[in-house]
Structures are given as structure tokens and as C-alpha cells.
């Protein structure tokens, strides 16, 4: 199992960033994946997941309506769009594999090695 | 959303010591509490999941029990690699982490 993020980078505050995430290694379609963050010396906050078929999505109340995850199971891979970053978006930015119990709200049995967001002006 | 409160925020201890790690929920999470391990500079890693079942490939001196409210990660142990921070999860609803507890070298 591999997980890759990429996108991360310094953006303004109000700006908009993309992440990726490509998936290799296991069956992609079939497990529910998430998004993780962790600001600098903190600790971990789960930010979303989303369904084998997309057709549902959760997200953390900190960034309902600001950030969209979606998936490509075509092209393995998962995506955070996140639009009016804030300074406390800053964060590495971790893809995260569910257990594969098909559960809506599970642990994460696999990680990949983050992608560093800085919002600063 | 549930709140996970873990202590102590640090534990110093010495290898070959037995380490006893805390996780209060702020209301029962049955047992669908997770433990993960992360060392500086790298992802967690699972090592406890349903409160009391190892992850694959975990050393038998990783233990977790509880149910309710209160969950309690034990190093029987500790051996060198094992000082890090450790997270526990909740999946009942939503999926909130707590603290941490960061085991460092006495």
C-alpha cells in the first residue's frame, strides 16, 4: 500500500489550494478515504472522507463549505480542494486509507507521508 | 462532536518500564477507539483498534482495553523505539483524536 500526497506550498490568506493524493498498491475503489491534518506541534484532526462511489461525503465542522474532497477511483487517486484558506489551515495534510470494513466512520490502517500547507501572508 | 481527553500529556519513563496511557471520552463511544503511534517526522501508525485488538504486524506488548468512556493503552515494556507520542481515535461519531500522550525517555 502507497499513498502520495502532493499540492501543498505556501498560499494567502483567502487563497485556494489543491491537494492529490495517488493511491497504489491496493484495490482504491473499494475503501473509504480521508483526509488528516496536524498543525505544527499539535496534534491530529480528521477533515473528511468520502465513499467507495463518492455518493457520500463528510467533513469537519472547521471546513464545511470552505474545503471539497472527491475521489477518481479511475486514476487512484483522492483530492481536497480548499478554498478561503485561514492561518489556522496550516497543516501537513495526510491521506489516509480506511480499514476496509466499509464502515462511514473508521480508523486508518494506512497513511501517506503528508504535504506541508502554509497560509501566511 | 465527542471530545477525547488523554493523560498524562507526557510520560517519562525508562526502558523496560511499563507505560499506562489514558483516554477519557466526553460520552460513550462503546469500545470504537483506536491507538496510533507517531514518531517524529513520520505518520501515526495504527496500533490498537475496537479498543483491544492488536493491528497487523503489532508487538504482543501493545495492549489496549476499555469501553464506555474510559480506554487505557499499556506498553507492557518499553523498548527504544517505542518513546513517541500516541494518539487514541473515536469513530461513534464523526472521528475525533485526542491530545496525545507523548512517552519520552527518563
Known amino acids: 500500500v502507497q499513498l502520495v500526497e502532493s499540492g501543498g506550498g505556501l498560499v494567502q490568506p483567502g487563497g485556494a489550494l489543491r491537494l492529490s493524493c495517488a493511491a497504489s498498491?491496493?484495490?482504491?475503489?473499494?475503501?473509504?478515504m480521508n483526509w488528516v491534518r496536524q498543525a505544527p506541534g499539535k496534534g491530529l484532526e480528521w477533515v473528511a472522507n468520502?465513499?467507495?462511489?463518492?455518493?457520500?461525503?463528510f467533513y469537519v465542522d472547521a471546513v464545511r463549505g470552505r474545503f471539497t474532497i472527491s475521489r477518481d477511483n479511475a486514476r487512484n487517486s483522492l483530492y481536497l480542494q480548499m478554498n478561503s484558506l485561514r492561518a489556522d489551515d496550516t497543516a501537513v495534510y495526510y491521506c489516509?486509507?480506511?480499514?476496509?470494513?466499509?464502515?462511514?466512520?473508521?480508523?486508518?490502517?494506512?497513511w501517506g507521508q503528508g504535504t506541508l500547507v502554509t497560509v501566511a501572508s | 462532536e465527542i471530545v477525547l481527553t488523554q493523560s498524562p500529556a507526557t510520560l517519562s519513563l525508562s526502558p523496560g518500564e511499563r507505560a499506562t496511557l489514558s483516554c477519557r471520552a466526553s460520552?460513550?463511544?462503546?469500545?470504537?477507539v483506536a491507538w496510533y503511534q507517531q514518531k517524529p517526522g513520520q505518520a501515526p501508525r495504527l496500533l490498537i483498534y475496537?479498543?483491544?485488538n492488536r493491528a497487523t504486524g503489532i508487538p504482543a506488548r501493545f495492549s489496549g482495553s476499555g469501553s464506555g468512556t474510559d480506554f487505557t493503552l499499556v506498553i507492557s515494556s518499553l523498548e527504544p523505539e517505542d518513546f513517541a507520542v500516541y494518539y487514541c481515535?473515536?469513530?461513534?461519531?464523526?472521528?475525533?483524536f485526542g491530545g496525545g500522550t507523548k512517552v519520552e525517555i527518563k
Open positions: 468520502v465513499k467507495p462511489d463518492s455518493s457520500e461525503k
Open positions: 481515535q473515536q469513530r461513534k461519531s464523526l472521528l475525533t
Open positions: 460520552q460513550s463511544v462503546y469500545t470504537y
Open positions: 489516509a486509507r480506511d480499514d476496509g470494513r466499509s464502515l462511514r466512520f473508521s480508523y486508518f490502517d494506512s
Open positions: 475496537d479498543a483491544s
Open positions: 498498491g491496493f484495490t482504491f475503489g473499494n475503501y473509504w
